[in-house]
Nanobody, 123 residues
């Protein structure tokens, strides 16, 4: 499956952005779709994930209540709505897929990744 992440950009603190992760070549139907982010000089970390089959979701504590992950079956796309952005949300955001819900926070268990999209939040 090929993934394309887009929607990044520059936002002010307190603002919003919506990221999209579109799949081609294969449906998301058998996967868990996750968003990770990587700030400069830091490791890639889990942000949020959604189980495609039942829409179960999970969030990192740092984004809980501010970010929302959702899916669109018809478009085979997963979204990450980011509200109340903070400068510490600045990072390259990546979407990926894994086959097991129990692996949702484990970067090494993701099978495919998109190319990443940069989010910059200014104070």
């Amino acid at each position: 499956v090929q993934l394309q992440a887009f929607g990044g950009g520059v936002a002010q603190a307190g603002g919003s952005l919506r990221l999209s992760c579109a799949a081609s070549g294969r449906s998301f139907s058998r996967y868990v779709v996750g968003w990770f982010r990587q700030a400069p000089g830091k490791e890639r970390k889990f942000v949020a994930a959604i189980e495609w089959s039942d829409s179960s979701t999970n969030y990192a504590d740092s984004v809980e209540g501010r970010f929302t992950i959702s899916r669109d079956n018809a478009k085979n796309t997963v979204y990450l709505q980011m509200n109340s952005l903070k400068p510490e949300d600045t990072a390259v955001y990546y979407c990926g897929v894994t086959e097991r819900w129990r692996f949702l926070k484990i970067r090494s268990k993701y099978d495919y990744w998109g190319q990443g999209t940069l989010v910059t939040v200014s104070s």
